[in-house]
């Protein structure tokens, strides 16, 4: 199943350089999730041909701009564009307020449901799960109310052997199998042995969303072993009161954050407008935590899994 | 005086190729206006090198997100690049909620004081004046309250030719001939005579822009005679119906609305997604008016004085 992570904005408040404002596109499996929406990210999605018809959760982590003003225009496009399947907005108190006095003004009406569901930023909370996939929000240390998002893989069933599958085994069976059950004899002594005939499924693979917040150690124990870390880092060492001031992060931060967490990769961005040069953020970072990428806007991480023994 | 209009954005509510949404920067004199203020308007103005230092009014057509789900996001960079003059907002009902309740959700308090001015599209009314200019709206026919801007120059004086200038000529007979008044003697009798000292100042220009609107002859009252109108030109001749249902106009009609009106010269824009080509457009307005130009992202257009003899 693929699952990855496309950037389409990088920077913080002030814009500067062509950086565009917080947005990612994640493709898990067969689901698109849209992750803060700062203002053209609509424009953003076309440029990197994601496409909207397949959109049903979009996830806004607080109400700064620079990480949901772009969420009208999106809303309004797919309008336009005839998507009629609902959309699930996910986000803090007042931003169906404040979608909703635009749709008014405008006379819309929207040819979809609009769905809102609000984020509560005191602890994890299970905002969404099909099968396969749990989306949490957990709370982040900003100055309005924030939360980071968690998307984390199901644990897939074992996976059978099937150069060893024996003629009697029944539906039953395989699904005992795949539950990790052994199969009995009528008896109920063991027939066959479950680790005779399956091996370990492909583990589930996690990744973190941490837009805006001061450094926290209370962040880690959400984010646990992640194999992917989304984490700010909106200045450099060298402001790190101006960080502490603003509930921001420096690159060091963002990169403690993810060692302290046991994450596998860490990619930062919101990127302050006063570095014109990234490379001094991953310099910084990767001191810290030596997997360390920048947010650059087009590019696509793919979370692999972490054994390659499969 | 320099008095030219930019062209930052012209593309219809949906969005393509690559074109953005409607906004455009006026310089007059020493003074900026942005008229209208699509999403992405602020990521426009630093693309072009447009210094919102000097800005003070922003004039919104109407309230479809494709012209003005830009301002919030230009407001709140103002605010973090420190911006202090008071701005003034021109624009329907319902604007400043909009604009409030953004401001209150994400906890900011400007720098500036804003200053909302309701616009009624119900007749001609001004909005501004100086003592150069005067800023009016009017209103178009849209599916929602909108109005169009006018922005007129005010009569100069009368200009002194300075090599006929008389040893005897006091401070109030040079402002007498500014004002075209003669010049008399104790008795009352002409001592001088104005045409043999003054000369016709430059004709005050005047610009027109008609964001989104249905063709309606009823507009070119208020228009008459202008140096320059933008006119939304949506569709081709072919979508005429389209035009109709959707109140907007074709190429065919804006042009024609130019020239019932007497304008000198025609810019159109707000280009339907339906067309990736341009040129079809530009040719079915000038069979209409000639003097026709594409609202190009980027161009300026300056405002040339009608006659030369200056």
């Known amino acids: 199943m693929s699952f990855s992570v496309k950037i389409l904005g990088s920077s913080g408040a002030a814009p500067a350089y062509d950086r565009h404002h917080s947005s990612q596109w994640l493709e898990i499996g067969k689901k698109r999730f849209l992750v803060d929406c700062g203002e053209g990210t609509q424009m953003q999605l076309q440029r990197y041909l994601c496409r909207t018809g397949k959109l049903k959760r979009i996830f806004i982590s607080h109400l700064h701009g620079d990480h949901y003003f772009g969420l009208i225009g999106l809303i309004s496009s797919m309008h336009l564009f005839r998507q009629i399947d609902e959309l699930h907005i996910y986000g803090p108190k007042g931003l169906d307020d404040i979608i909703k006095i635009q749709l008014k003004y405008s006379d819309t009406f929207l040819n979809f449901k609009l769905i809102f569901h609000e984020t509560h930023p005191d602890g994890l909370e299970l905002l969404y799960e099909d099968s396969e996939l749990s989306v949490y929000s957990f709370p982040l240390q900003h100055r309005v109310p924030c939360t980071g998002f968690l998307f984390r893989e199901k644990p897939r ?88 001031e603003t509930f921001h992060s420096t690159a060091a931060q963002a990169a403690l954050t993810a060692k302290m967490a046991g994450a596998k990769k860490l990619i930062i961005g919101h990127f302050s407008a006063r570095n014109k040069e990234l490379d001094p953020l991953l310099q910084e970072a990767r001191l810290v935590f030596p997997d360390t990428e920048l947010a650059v806007e087009g590019e696509t991480f793919e979370l692999p899994f972490s054994t390659v023994d499969f």
């Open 157 to 244: 069933p074992r996976k059978i052997i099937k150069e060893r599958i024996q003629p009697d085994f029944s539906l039953l069976n395989l699904a005992e199998l795949k539950q990790g059950k052994d199969i009995l004899d009528e008896s109920g002594k063991i027939k066959y042995r479950n680790e005779d005939y399956t091996k370990d499924p492909m583990p589930p693979r996690s990744y973190a969303y941490c837009s805006d917040t001061k450094y926290s150690p209370e962040i880690v124990e959400y984010i646990h072993g992640v194999d992917l870390l989304y984490h700010e880092a909106t200045f450099t060492n060298e402001f790190e009161d101006r960080a502490l």
